[in-house]
């Protein structure tokens, strides 16, 4: 009985992805770089604040577990990007671009929801407390009451610099994906593709 021989010129054929010569690796190393430092800050800035849920109540901490949930997200956009740095292949780096834009969007309404809390605690600190609720629950001296937002003045100033944190990290991040997205922009809309060979 003959058996059929496997044909090694078939084997040895070169199976053919675009890469794009004129992509800014090294700028996307760095970029990727950042968006991991970021990302990794924002965990420990919100980490500690769900910590704290008893001081900061059960509303703001669900706000940073929100804030902790999409840290997921920009992990894997940073993960891209710093591949697409390393081999700038024409699927890695249109992946990243698309990334970057997602996480530029929702990064963008954390930022605005950081701000909002931010200006609506601060707007809150100068209100005068309520004398008739703090004599009730017997609260002491150490405790004003903020008629706006129901939070306690100390409540109300570690709120704010989480928040700051938040907002600072955030905006950083949403500069560095939308610097990301447009490296991949460049190169997907206007760059050239060159075939590169590799061997399986």
Same mark, same amino acid.
């Given at each position: 009985m003959?058996?059929?021989?496997? =044909? !090694?010129n078939e084997a040895l054929i070169p199976s053919t992805e675009g890469k794009y010569p004129n992509y800014q690796k090294t700028s996307s190393t760095i970029l990727g770089t950042c968006h991991?430092?970021?990302?990794? @800050? !924002?965990?420990?800035i919100n980490s500690v604040?769900?910590?704290? /849920?008893? +001081? !900061? @109540?059960w509303g703001v901490a669900g706000t940073m577990v929100w804030n902790l949930a999409w840290c997921g997200l920009y992990g894997i956009t940073a993960a891209f990007v710093l591949v697409a740095g390393r081999s700038p292949r024409r699927g890695m780096? @249109?992946?990243s671009m698309v990334l970057s834009i997602i996480t530029a &969007?929702? =990064?963008?309404?954390? +930022?605005? @929801?950081?701000a909002t809390m931010i200006l609506n605690c601060a707007a809150?600190? *100068?209100? *005068? /407390? *309520?004398p008739d609720y703090d004599h009730d629950h017997d609260h002491g001296d150490d405790y004003d009451y903020v008629n706006s937002m129901g939070y306690y003045k100390d409540q109300t100033r570690l709120i704010i610099l989480?928040?700051?944190? =938040?907002? &600072?990290?955030s905006v950083a991040l949403t500069v560095v994906s939308i610097w990301s997205s447009a490296l991949g922009c460049k190169v997907t809309c206007c760059g050239q593709v060159v075939k590169t060979s590799t061997f399986f």
């Open positions: 003959a058996y059929a021989q496997p =044909n !090694l991991i430092i970021i990302v990794v @800050t !924002l965990i420990v604040g769900v910590s704290m /849920h008893e +001081t !900061l @109540t780096v @249109t992946t &969007v929702f =990064n963008g309404c954390m +930022t605005i @929801t950081c809150s600190v *100068d209100y *005068d /407390h *309520d989480f928040f700051s944190l =938040n907002l &600072v990290a």
